[in-house]
């Protein structure tokens, strides 16, 4: 196939179970972007939360953020597409939240906000995953109460998280099936072992990549898409390539086209330079 453009997930894909980045991930990136593919970091987080090795990739232009609530051109500095959450539906939900023993936040004007009782509570939460604790303390800004701030700003929302205990798997299960039907017009995926990420069904990985493709002129059979969880499904049904890493879930490899290694092997290195490979034959 003839690639343009190269997608893919960071944690549990791109990212080592340490959250860095094996070396030959970044050369075969490198490597694909010298072939004039465009690279880019499809993630559940924001722009600012892309480790900054990927970040300051000269290559690096376009981004598909917080679960493709939007899509960003860094170089230019503007959006390129939305999907957002209704105000009204955001205070809804944090009104249900505040019914269960979970803590919970937002990603609003590309940044992350959390009411201080529960920040002040997040070590109970993160614990075993030392590496995302660190990141949502570097990404959150604090409020007094998070939905008084949505009433006051009236603005709409790019996602909203729960998240939930070691202990509290069963009730995250229960939660990821009943939110869309408490709220319709949402959708649940998860990224990590101990949250769901909730966003619009204008958003997702899926329709953001599509949306990126056509503004690039480009045809959907020409990008290839690298996910492990379910908040990767769309985007890896949507690409011309969809590739599931070898850890990721059932039914992100149930969906994709091809199986990477894992992210501990650097899987992704590994297509992309059968990919280069192939192209070079057809050339």
């Known amino acids: 196939m003839s690639v343009k453009l190269i997608a893919f997930d960071l944690d549990g894909t791109l990212l080592d179970d340490d959250k860095n980045v094996p070396e030959e991930n970044l050369r075969a990136l490198a490597a694909a972007a010298e072939r004039g593919i465009h690279i880019v970091p499809a993630t559940g987080r924001i722009v600012e939360?892309?480790?900054?090795?990927?970040?300051?990739?000269?290559?690096?232009?376009?981004?598909?953020?917080?679960?493709?609530?939007?899509?960003?051109?860094?170089?230019?500095?503007?959006?390129?597409?939305?999907?957002?959450?209704?105000?009204?539906?955001?205070?809804?939900?944090?009104?249900?939240?505040?019914?269960?023993?979970?803590?919970?936040d937002c990603y609003q004007?590309?940044?992350?906000?959390?009411?201080?009782?529960?920040?002040?509570?997040?070590?109970?939460?993160?614990?075993?995953?030392?590496?995302?604790?660190?990141?949502?303390?570097?990404?959150?800004?604090?409020?007094?109460?998070?939905?008084?701030?949505?009433?006051?700003r009236g603005d709409p929302v790019q996602k909203l998280q729960m998240y939930f205990r070691p202990d509290q798997m069963e009730l995250r299960a229960e939660q990821m099936k009943k939110l869309p039907e408490l709220f319709p017009g949402l959708m649940t995926a998860s990224s990590l072992k101990n949250n769901?990420?909730?966003?619009?069904?204008?958003?997702?990985?899926?329709?953001?990549?599509?949306?990126?493709?056509?503004?690039?002129?480009?045809?959907?059979s020409e990008t290839v898409a690298f996910g492990d969880g379910s908040n990767d499904l769309s985007m890896i049904r949507a690409a011309g390539l969809g590739v599931a890493m070898a850890n990721a879930e059932e039914s992100v490899k149930a969906a994709a086209g091809l199986i990477a290694d894992s992210n501990r092997?650097?899987?992704?290195?590994?297509?992309i330079w059968k990919l280069l490979e192939e192209d070079n034959e057809d050339g």
């Open 109 to 152: 004007y590309n940044f992350g906000w959390m009411s201080r009782s529960m920040y002040d509570r997040i070590e109970e939460y993160f614990a075993p995953e030392p590496g995302i604790l660190a990141l949502v303390r570097r990404t959150r800004e604090l409020v007094d109460d998070l939905k008084e701030t949505f009433r006051q």
């Open 49 to 104: 939360g892309v480790p900054e090795v990927i970040r300051s990739l000269p290559f690096v232009r376009y981004y598909i953020a917080i679960n493709g609530a939007y899509v960003y051109d860094a170089k230019e500095g503007k959006i390129l597409y939305r999907g957002e959450i209704p105000v009204e539906t955001a205070i809804r939900f944090c009104e249900y939240a505040d019914t269960l023993p979970v803590l919970y």
């Open 265 to 271: 092997e650097a899987g992704v290195a590994q297509v």
């Open 196 to 220: 769901i990420e909730i966003n619009s069904v204008a958003a997702g990985k899926g329709p953001a990549l599509l949306a990126l493709a056509e503004s690039l002129g480009l045809e959907r």
